[in-house]
């Protein structure tokens, strides 16, 4: 029956989401509400400028004049470490639409049923697509009710390139997903798949980090190959939104979603 | 997909079936097998035998290294969806999710069945006494065995696949799963089980295979396994027994002689037995047919611990070999 997996994934699924979304949305309100003005924000500005610049780049900060503002200190707080922890979800999810069922031997059971193997991947792929839509969603929603708390700095930050930013780390956490799909629809080995996931998560993490600081080597010219580097919240702060490198990852997502599909259609299934 | 082995009748045809591992021996070598629609199919042999492999490449969970397998005369991977609306499967091990309740359990695999009405499943749960409003993780391993009945059962399928049905189950329950096989065949069901539980075979099957080592050793008619004209027979006279007694009775057998007792396999009509005893004083004659077990232990004779020895029966059966193996083919 169509749907059934969605659904059911959903229905299993939305609890977890909302710990999450409490969780990682709460941490956001803490850091939106921690500094009431701008001038506590340009205090933080001016600690970070003593940083060393590769530690500066990974702590996500580029211009430092601009992280001198409510937007540069938004883009710090959250667009530099959240998109991380939500890879953690990403892949917890991601690990949920084959490996964990298949490596616990439940699999046997839900493939005895007349559902193709193709089918248990995508629907199970496009719930948890929407269950991090809604873990971002909450997100959203604290980091908007923190603002509500300091006037002084909502008044500087545009809402819709606020959401832009916010809901920009959504194909960033499909990515993660997606790359979880593929490796468990092609592999049978969870622990394999689990570690070619972090590899691709950590990986990612330092190309962006380390390509944005040295900027002339190879890593550079690499640095568009990790995810990270697709969410520019500065520019989207600026007004320069991209569109296309912003959904660059959901296209990925889908790419990788397919193979993974194809993969486990032709794979043998358990232990 | 056409088989050239299959007949019109037959609901699992598998041909030249072959299943290797990566890295390892074959699991399944070359098996050709016939269930015909409406028996009750036992499929016998110890732990690595290949029994599961088998089940799992009908279900296309796994795929044949060579091999063809057709159920319904249609191709188990090819058409694997459509075969498996038709089937009910109960996995050795079954693993659920742990957080959900039975019910819950089975509201699902009823809607991925397309199944409305789980009014059966019900029914199945009050024969086996089950309450499905407890979580899978607080199940023994009985009440699980009976969660997986309920699923392989509820909608009535038309082929059911059961590995190692009833272990885990008690005596009464066991009972009870006999009478769902029987009341599964009455309906025209096809029913292909694995076990290890012999009696359970003896008393439900119509035929039986027995596995060893990925291979068919045997296809039989449960009856015929235990009625094929070969009884053990134990003798005491008053007098020591002289060896040369046997030499003139061709039909016995693995013949062990402790003084005025013996113990062999005979086939063949009693009336020479009797008459090369008549001379002798004879204080005890018992004639018994093996059972299902000791038969199925004549093909594992050499098998090392071989889980088919339960009921200590070893020694014994390792005499029986050679002679029970040619009256049964």
């Known amino acids: ?271 | 997909m056409t088989l050239s082995r299959r007949t019109a009748s037959d609901i699992i045809t598998t041909e030249k079936l072959t299943k290797v591992y990566s890295g390892s021996k074959k699991a399944l070598d070359s098996l050709d097998l016939n269930v015909e629609q409406g028996e009750v199919f036992g499929y016998l042999g110890p732990n690595g035998a290949g029994k599961t492999t088998t089940i799992r490449l009908l279900l296309d969970l796994i795929r044949p290294t060579s091999g063809r397998a057709a159920l319904f005369g249609l191709d188990a991977t090819a058409d694997s969806e459509a075969v498996r609306a038709r089937i009910g499967y109960l996995p050795a091990e079954l693993n659920l999710w742990n957080h959900l309740t039975a019910l819950d359990v089975v509201r699902y695999m009823a809607r991925l069945r397309g199944l409305g009405d789980i009014g059966f499943a019900r029914q199945l749960g009050e024969r086996l006494a089950f309450d499905f409003n407890k979580r899978v993780k607080s199940f023994s391993t009985g009440n699980k065995r009976k969660l997986g009945l309920i699923l392989a059962f509820m909608h009535k399928p038309e082929l059911l696949i059961l590995d190692e049905p009833s272990s885990g189950l008690d005596p009464l329950m066991q009972q009870t799963f006999n009478q769902l096989v029987m009341e599964a065949k009455a309906n025209g069901q096809t029913v292909f089980l694995s076990s290890h539980v012999l009696g359970e075979v003896q008393a439900i099957c119509d035929r039986v295979a027995i596995l060893r080592h990925g291979q068919l050793q045997e296809v039989a008619r449960v009856d015929s396994l235990t009625h094929a004209h070969v009884r053990y027979v134990s003798l005491r006279l008053r007098e020591p027994i002289p060896a040369e007694l046997f030499a003139g009775l061709p039909g016995a057998s693995d013949v062990r002689i402790d003084g005025s007792a013996a113990q062999f396999q005979y086939r063949g009509d009693i009336d020479p037995l009797l008459r090369a005893f008549a001379p002798y004083y004879v204080e005890d004659l018992r004639l018994h047919e093996p059972t299902l077990e000791e038969i199925f232990l004549t093909f594992y004779g050499d098998a090392p611990a071989a889980e088919g020895r339960e009921n200590g029966q070893a020694p014994h059966n390792s005499a029986l070999s050679g002679a029970h193996k040619e009256a049964v083919r």
Do not use: C
């Open chain 1, 1 to 271: 029956m169509n749907g059934v997996i969605f659904t059911e994934t959903l229905r299993r699924g939305w609890r977890g989401m909302l710990w999450w979304g409490i969780g990682l949305g709460f941490l956001a309100w803490l850091n939106v509400i921690a500094v009431p003005n701008v001038e506590s924000i340009q205090q933080i500005a001016g600690l970070l400028e003593t940083m060393p610049p590769l530690m500066m780049q990974m702590f996500g900060v580029t211009d430092i004049q601009f992280m001198a503002t409510p937007e540069g200190y938004l883009a710090l707080q959250l667009f530099a470490f959240f998109p991380l922890v939500l890879a953690i979800y990403g892949g917890s999810v991601g690990m949920n639409i084959v490996a964990n069922e298949e490596d616990r031997g439940i699999l046997d059971m839900l493939l005895s049923a007349p559902v193709p193997r193709w089918r248990v991947l995508l629907e199970k792929a496009l719930a948890y697509a929407v269950l991090i839509v809604g873990v971002v969603a909450l997100l959203f929603a604290w980091v908007w009710a923190g603002l509500l708390m300091v006037p002084e700095i909502a008044a500087q930050i545009d809402m819709g390139e606020l959401a832009v930013a916010t809901f920009g780390m959504v194909p960033q956490t499909w990515i993660v997903m997606g790359a979880a799909a593929l490796f468990t629809g092609l592999l049978r080995s969870r622990g394999l798949a689990l570690g070619l996931v972090a590899a691709f998560v950590v990986g990612s993490y330092f190309l962006n980090t380390l390509g944005g600081a040295v900027t002339d080597s190879i890593l550079a010219t690499l640095r568009p190959l990790s995810y990270f580097s697709h969410l520019d919240s500065a520019a989207i702060f600026n007004g320069n939104v991209q569109w296309g490198a912003l959904l660059l990852p959901a296209l990925a997502t889908a790419v990788g979603v397919g193979i993974g599909m194809i993969g486990f259609q032709r794979r043998d299934v358990g232990a």
